[in-house]
């Protein structure tokens, strides 16, 4: 596996965020999913428009990682935060920020960031 | 609800033993298992072998056929790969053979080696029960997801630190006397709470261990063990498994895990029993906040009420409902592809009697394990019952 293929529908995701236009997907029904999705896994339907995300989203939960993988070692502390987006939740890591002062309800507006390992990333910083 | 006897179960000691393959691991648990039996190698008519993280550790797949071949078995032998429920599952696989007549005597069980990887490296591996794209790449691991799960049930719910660590506590004193167990010594409250951050909330005593080990059993029709004069005490009497969304940003809820409460519906369904018929647990407690998450979904608490169960000492082995008395994932280790049928063995021994905490729990008939994947999107239940 090389690093430097990238996986359709989360690098597509990230390029869309990267040029200002991010997207989610949503089903028949309301429902809102990331990339890659041919099937909603909550109605089974297949039929998905393009939507744009709302630009302001809130923080749900978040955890402060200090022991981390090796390609975040460099990068620890950081704060991973998931957060709700419109239809969508999205994982990322909120900087920008102490992290003392995040608290569930945080107001964030969502980018892309790049680890200390040179691999870009979902990054919030603070609405 | 057909029963599905146990008629004898096998597990190494948990802990560091980093230069013990996998495969040594499991042909150790399964020798214990045929002795427990009285079975041998060649009664065995099917293998279900649990692994997770082979291919990280070990640099090793395909590991069903030699899992077999280590249990000196040629028969039919598959791997399930299940992450942290890997060997829960394998144990259901065998449960379904067997009520499905299509076989009489089924190996089932696990091994892992974890501790020859650093931490860096087994932190790594373990997050790969975690969605590849959208957790991982944001950096998320493994008790950095419960992390997640765990916050957010306190701002839902309510609960402390304090709390969790009244769990940590409980398991260690569970594991003391338990000599397979990682961890033979108790801990206090200060020990929890002052311990280096791992991922908030969890400090390293919320945390289990890295572990290496292995488990089988060896399941039997009725029919086997009847003919063969086996005299089980102990059967699988119901068995329940869900699955749910790999990402905790696409479940329904973050602060509870549906698929357990699934899985646990369909089990007490096919036992026919509910959760007031429990007498005690072996729950998935990889981390503190886990054991808090696994008996709400059991139904033994209400959400938002189990978090406080350890604490006011209902949950301990002189509670009403003791859960984890073999020391849970917490202290009795948590060789990650054992792990699931770790719960049984030590269930098994604890409701026939032979446990070294069996003489705590002497009335209990009716047991309990709840074995989860990745952050719950897999979870198997499985009911045991003395036989009367």
């Known amino acids: 596996m090389s690093d430097d293929v990238p996986d359709a529908g989360y690098d597509d995701f990230l390029d869309s965020l990267a040029d200002g236009e991010p997207f989610y997907l949503e089903g028949p029904e309301g429902d809102g999913w990331l990339p890659p999705r041919r099937i909603d896994p909550e109605t089974g339907l297949r039929e998905f428009t393009r939507e744009p995300l709302p630009e302001t989203g809130e923080v749900l939960t978040m955890t402060v990682t200090n022991v981390a993988g090796p390609s975040f070692a460099a990068d620890a502390p950081y704060l991973v935060a998931v957060a709700q987006f419109g239809p969508v939740r999205i994982t990322g890591q909120l900087r920008g920020m102490d992290h003392e002062d995040v608290e569930i309800g945080q107001e964030v507006t969502l980018g892309v960031g790049t680890s200390e390992a040179g691999e870009r990333l979902v990054v919030f910083e603070p609405a | ?388």
């Open chain 2, 1 to 388: 609800m057909t029963r599905v006897p146990i008629a004898g179960v096998g597990m190494t000691a948990f802990g560091r033993q980093s230069e013990r393959t996998s495969r040594d691991l499991f042909a150790e648990a399964a020798s214990e298992a045929y002795d427990d039996a009285g079975l041998a190698p060649e009664d065995v008519d099917e293998v279900f072998y649990g692994n997770f993280m082979g291919e990280i550790a070990e640099r090793q797949g395909h590991s069903g056929p030699l899992a077999a071949e280590a249990a000196g078995v040629t028969a039919p032998a598959t791997r399930v790969e299940s992450a942290c429920a890997s060997s829960g599952v394998a144990v259901r696989h065998g449960v379904n053979r067997i009520r499905s007549g299509e076989a009489d005597v089924v190996l089932v069980g696990g091994a892992e080696r974890m501790t020859n990887l650093s931490t860096a490296e087994g932190t790594a591996g373990l997050a790969t029960a975690a969605d590849a794209l959208w957790e991982i790449k944001a950096g998320v691991t493994f008790p950095g997801a419960y992390s997640l799960m765990a916050n957010r049930y306190f701002h839902e719910y309510g609960g402390t630190r304090e709390d969790l660590a009244h769990i940590a506590i409980k398991n260690h004193d569970n594991a003391l006397e338990n000599d397979l167990a990682q961890f033979q010594r108790s801990i206090d409250i200060d020990d929890v709470l002052t311990a280096p951050t791992v991922c908030s909330p969890f400090g390293l005593y919320d945390c289990s261990p890295m572990s290496d080990g292995g488990s089988a059993a060896l399941l039997v029709s009725e029919a086997v063990a009847e003919d063969r004069g086996l005299g089980p005490d102990v059967a699988i009497v119901g068995s329940g498994q869900s699955s749910d969304r790999m990402a905790l940003q696409d479940r329904a809820s973050m602060a509870r895990t549906p698929a357990a409460e699934r899985a646990a519906e369909t089990a007490y369904g096919d036992a026919g029993i509910g959760p007031d018929d429990v007498d005690i647990a072996e729950v998935h407690d990889c981390f503190t906040a886990a054991e808090v998450f696994a008996i709400e979904a059991l139904g033994f608490y209400e959400a938002g009420e189990g978090i406080a169960a350890a604490r006011r000492g209902e949950t301990t082995i002189d509670g009403e409902l003791p859960i984890n008395l073999s020391g849970g994932l917490k202290a009795k280790g948590h060789p990650v592809g054992a792990t699931g049928c770790g719960q049984i063995s030590e269930l098994t021994k604890l409701l026939r009697g032979d446990h070294v905490n069996s003489p705590a729990v002497a009335d209990a008939e009716m047991g309990l394990t709840h074995n989860a994947g990745g952050t719950v999107a897999s979870c198997v239940v499985n009911v045991l019952e003395v036989m009367g």
